[in-house]
């Protein structure tokens, strides 16, 4: 997928005209853009000082033929994780650095068939001034021990200097103060995903017609796929990777 990407940047520096974006349907509901605010400000946690993402479910990927997901080394990543941590790319940017693992077993009655990194992964991020944020996901769980919109949304935990936010779904709490200082039931994920690419799509539109929010689009969609690549990195290496210096390779800098 590295020498995909190489490609697909090289024609982007020779065609500056054209807009890349990835289709991630979970940030552009209710709930995910309410997080969004709370993370970038002040009135919501201020600096964040750490935090964590966690994603348990269990899908049933039997198809005829079988899927890229259950086939492709290191799809966990950049097909289910991508959607979570999407989400606290566009509201935070890239980390500095990330450390990745995978845990792969085989479930016949869902097709995962032991390829590597594709039922699951951990990683950790450590931000500027080694802030540390931290991501737990299965797609090959024994249950689905939470609903749908935060089986795939996520079930977030966020401490900040000014408050935390604790998010199920579409229940988004902001504490403050010893206390619940603000809490919303807000639309999550469409179980359809109808709604959220119609929203998506929208804001595709407005951005190439008028070019609202061209340029955190594109250079968040873009960033979400580096650190995904930089995951599966870790994991094959089982080291820790320089997210700066990737980002540098991929872009044949």
């Known amino acids: 997928?590295?020498?995909?990407?190489?490609?697909?940047?090289?024609?982007?520096?020779?065609?500056?005209?054209?807009?890349?974006?990835?289709?991630?349907?979970?940030q552009w509901n209710e709930a995910a853009v309410k997080m969004r605010e709370w993370l970038q400000s002040d009135d919501g946690i201020g600096q964040m000082l750490g935090g964590e993402c966690i994603v348990w479910g269990r899908q049933d990927l039997r198809t005829d033929p079988p899927q890229d997901d259950?086939?492709?080394?290191?799809?966990?990543?950049?097909?289910?994780?991508?959607?979570q941590l999407s989400q606290l790319v566009a509201a935070k940017g890239l980390p500095e650095y990330v450390t990745a693992y995978v845990h792969d077993r085989k479930?016949?009655?869902?097709?995962?068939?032991?390829?590597?990194?594709?039922s699951g992964g951990l990683c950790l991020f450590e931000y500027p001034g080694g802030v540390p944020f931290s991501y737990t996901g299965t797609r090959a769980a024994h249950g689905n021990v939470f609903g749908f919109a935060s089986r795939w949304s996520g079930q977030w935990f966020v401490h900040g200097e000014w408050?935390?936010?604790?998010?199920?779904?579409?229940?988004?709490?902001?504490?403050?103060d010893g206390g619940p200082k603000e809490d919303y039931f807000l639309k999550d994920l469409s179980e359809s995903l109808l709604e959220d690419d119609r929203i998506q799509f929208r804001a595709f539109f407005n951005a190439l017609a008028t070019g609202t929010d061209r340029e955190w689009m594109q250079q968040s969609s873009?960033?979400?796929?580096?650190?995904?690549?930089?995951c599966n990195l870790s994991a094959r290496r089982r080291?820790?990777?320089d997210i700066r210096e990737f980002k540098e390779l991929l872009n044949g800098e």
Request: hydrophobic share 40%; with cysteine; glycine share 10%.
């Open 1 to 26: 997928y590295q020498d995909e990407f190489a490609e697909i940047m090289r024609v982007h520096r020779t065609n500056p005209e054209l807009m890349l974006v990835q289709g991630l349907n979970n």
């Open 70 to 83: 259950i086939l492709g080394e290191g799809m966990f990543f950049n097909a289910l994780a991508c959607h």
């Open 107 to 118: 479930e016949p009655t869902l097709d995962f068939r032991g390829v590597v990194g594709t």
């Open 163 to 176: 408050g935390d936010i604790r998010r199920d779904g579409g229940r988004l709490t902001l504490y403050r």
């Open 222 to 230: 873009l960033d979400t796929w580096v650190l995904m690549e930089a």
């Open 239 to 241: 080291e820790k990777i």
